[in-house]
């Protein structure tokens, strides 16, 4: 058990590095010049000012040597500064984080609330017309994308109930009642979308493990259908279902800028969004570094949990 | 016939996703004889006109017929999500083929390579790639095909651990085949279901994150329509105007339903072993 958690961490290594690598030489090799592309609009730009910019974005010298200067940077927690705002992208990022977080908790939690219920009433009553309603739901969910869900919401919102989201957005801390009403909408709009997949197979892993002999045991010793399902049948159905969160997790982290920017919520997808089009390369290879290290431990944290839920593979 | 017969009679839904289907690849390859009226084609003294007879989906910011627009953006989400799913097809089967087939050293690499592949998250990441290769329909196709090759090349490489096992494989190597030979005359064509399968299976997702990415500003440059640009622009305007959100996002949803149920009904038609899964 123990070897197999070592040997979880350290295949990690190699993963976080490959996502600096690429971050890195993403903005090196950029064709045509990075430089061109931000002095592009401004017209011509003096060779010293040209000069500054490549050491300031690491495009000069020896790559080998800037990667391991630039990543050794990463490890001291410095990102660079941004270019827009001058100040370090640590901390923009540090600003940001916790509205992604948030909404990004509060989707899962939404998606788990509407999935896992209906998967396993759906997969309890097996073709029966809750079944049937519940398989065409999540089917049509699959096929529903969450920034149209939003502005449905916003549309029909405003049309039916007068409701208009929040202007303003409050920190958790500072304001807890205004800072669910920013973010509740947003996050059961990106729950419902996530809860499709979810649906479907906690439906189908439950089925699964409804026909094996130790359910059968169960019911023939007189056991209550309720207990049966509650704990003979969900401790071994859930392994799968933990899995699919875990590979959520990126699809979390790309819901979050689709909604944040529709919500005008002040997090990091949004943040990403400006950044971009300001082409604020330090601050952009900062929203990607952390959203990919973000899902790099989740995958982590889903592989470690694996042997606590099933036995067999210790 | 027969097979196309018995397809409608036992997998309904599936018949329907490929009639929506159909009619959706002719729209998109002759949207000019379907449209009234061009793309482009603007009316400022008819803005904002309400679903009519003359304009059955209403008309848009700038007097555009939406329906128009609709039918113009089919090309786009068909363009785009059969571009990367054949490029993703090419790219996952090459790297399949050549991790299962070969093993030991170059499938521990490849794997743990597919592996960062899929740490990445995957929207942000093309938003990234896209920041910095100008976006176009080409540089949308590629940036979607290279995400979306990881995961179907983890499919594809196991389908082809379980064919290299078969007697033909070791017969084919006793008459001196070469493995180029083996690897595409004999095990390639015994994978071609999967790969139709996980392709159709794909599409309705490629689909929903090209529209994703042109509603945020990456999707192909404007004046030309997509169903995400449509639903983009239609923002500051669509709660005096509701149609205006309505009618693109519809045409997201009828399009990747059909492409699910047919990917599904594939599925149970050309897999046993999936048959009556869900």
Known sequence: ?314 | MRALRDFIRYKPVGAFGLAVILALLVTAAIPGVIAPSHYSDFDLLNRFQDPSSSHIFGTDNQGRDVFSRVVYGARTSVTIGLGVVLLAAVFSTTIGLVSGYYGKLPDLIIQRLIDIWQAFPGLIFIIFLLSIFSPSQLTLIVALGVLFTAGSSRVIRSSVLQVKQGLFVEAARSTGASDTRILLRHILPNIAPILIINASVQIGAVILVETSLSFLGFGIPPPFPSWGGMLQAAQPDMQQHPYLALFPGLAIVLTVYSFNMLGDALRDVLDPRMRGMR
């Open chain 1, 1 to 314: 058990m123990q070897k197999y958690f070592v040997r979880r961490v350290i295949l990690m290594l190699p993963t976080l590095i490959g996502l600096t690598f690429v971050v890195f030489m993403a903005v090196r090799l950029l064709p045509g010049d990075v430089i061109n592309q931000i002095v592009g609009e401004s017209g011509d730009a003096t060779p010293e000012m040209r000069e500054a910019l490549e050491e300031r974005y690491n495009l000069n010298g020896n790559v080998g040597v800037r990667y391991v200067e630039w990543s050794a940077g990463l490890l001291r927690g410095d990102l660079g500064n941004s270019i827009i705002s001058d100040r370090p992208v640590t901390q923009h990022l540090r600003e940001r984080v916790a509205v992604t977080v948030e909404l990004g908790i509060l989707a899962l939690i939404a998606s788990q609330l509407i999935a896992l219920p209906v998967g396993i009433i759906s997969a309890v009553r097996q073709d029966s017309i809750v079944d049937h309603l519940a398989r065409s739901l999540s089917i049509l969910l699959l096929a529903v994308p969450s920034f149209w869900l939003a502005l449905l919401a916003i549309t029909y919102g405003f049309v039916w109930f007068g409701w208009t989201p929040p202007l303003r957005y409050a920190e958790i801390w500072d304001d807890p009642a205004s800072n669910i009403r920013s973010l509740w909408v947003p996050a059961l709009i990106l729950g419902a979308a996530l809860s499709g997949t979810l649906m479907r197979l906690t439906r189908s892993t439950v089925i699964e493990v409804l026909r094996q002999d130790y359910v059968r045991t169960a019911r023939a010793k007189g056991l209550r259908e309720r207990s049966t399902v509650l704990h003979h049948v969900m401790r071994n159905a859930l392994i799968p279902v933990v899995t699919v969160i875990g590979l959520q997790v990126p699809v979390v982290v790309g819901g979050t800028v689709v909604l944040e920017s529709i919500f005008g919520l002040p997090g990091l997808g949004s943040f990403l969004l400006d950044s971009v089009q300001h082409r604020d390369y330090p601050a952009v290879q900062g929203v990607v570094l952390i959203s990919g290290t973000v899902v790099i431990l989740t995958n982590l944290l889903v592989d470690l949990t694996y042997p606590l839920l099933d036995p067999r593979i210790r």
